[in-house]
């Protein structure tokens, strides 16, 4: 059984930084792809930041120079660095777990950014 656990969330105010984790455990290989997603009240689930095994990133527009992605691949965790954070960054953030036959999703923790 496979396992994706995410720790870091929490309430700041606009301009503060968070730092999330995600740790995969269980019949997981460290070859898949790792990411972040966010889903706030009302709105569709949305792409935060991708990386791969390799180290390429993507990250979704309103992120960019804000968040930093990053993974260590022998513990096959994810991170997330948010910096400069905006209450429209206030949502539920998921880690995502892409391998060649499943995807697998963590619980999701809240970040709320308000003043």
């Known amino acids: 059984q496979v396992q994706l656990v995410e720790s870091g969330g929490g309430s700041v105010q606009p301009g503060g930084s968070l730092r999330l984790s995600c740790a995969a455990s269980g019949s997981i290989s460290s070859f898949g792809d790792m990411g972040w997603y966010r889903q706030a009240p009302g709105k569709q689930r949305e792409l935060v930041a991708l990386?791969?095994?390799?180290?390429?990133?993507n990250y979704a527009d309103s992120v960019k120079g804000r968040f930093t992605i990053s993974r260590d691949n022998a513990k096959i965790t994810v991170y997330l660095e948010m910096n400069s954070l905006k209450p429209e960054d206030t949502a539920v953030h998921f880690c995502?777990?892409?391998?060649?036959?499943?995807?697998?999703w963590g619980q999701g923790t809240q970040v709320t950014v308000s003043s």
């Open positions: 990386i791969t095994r390799g180290g390429d990133t």
């Open positions: 995502n777990y892409r391998g060649l036959r499943n995807t697998y």
